[in-house]
């Protein structure tokens, strides 16, 4: 079943969003865990849909360390036991990542026999190199 940013709002309505706060830094977590960072576009939806103000959205965003909200495009690069071994591929894509490519590392994706495995802006590569990187990071 393929993640939706409707259900979910709906599920953390159900858990008390927009009022519990620590529902909408759960829906936040789930969102960014979904598409390796916070879209840009995301906020407002949010706040459209629980008719709530975009600035408390970006608080919540602000005040939670781990989360972070894209500008732009967003690489995480699995740092799990077998794919950990192709660390070069990280040092390579945090070195080379223009301002708008937030690199992170992030634990095991566990699809080891198909690393190194990395999510672009949610989107999962398997068997990446330097020339994905490259290719990806050179997209408009």
Known sequence: MEWNLG?????YRRQGAPGD??????????IQRENGC????????IAEYYEIR???VLALIR?????RLSGGHCMEL???????KSAFLADFAEKTAPKNVTVKRVGCMRLCGKGPNLRWDGKLY??????LIQRLMEQK
């Open 7 to 11: 259900e979910t709002l709906d599920y």
């Open 63 to 67: 005040r939670v360390p781990s989360l």
């Open 21 to 30: 706060q620590n529902a909408l830094i759960a829906l936040l977590k789930e």
């Open 54 to 56: 975009e600035p408390l």
């Open 78 to 84: 699995c740092a799990g036991p077998n794919c950990g």
């Open 38 to 45: 916070i879209p840009a576009d995301t906020p407002a939806k």
């Open 126 to 131: 398997n068997r990446a190199d330097k020339a």
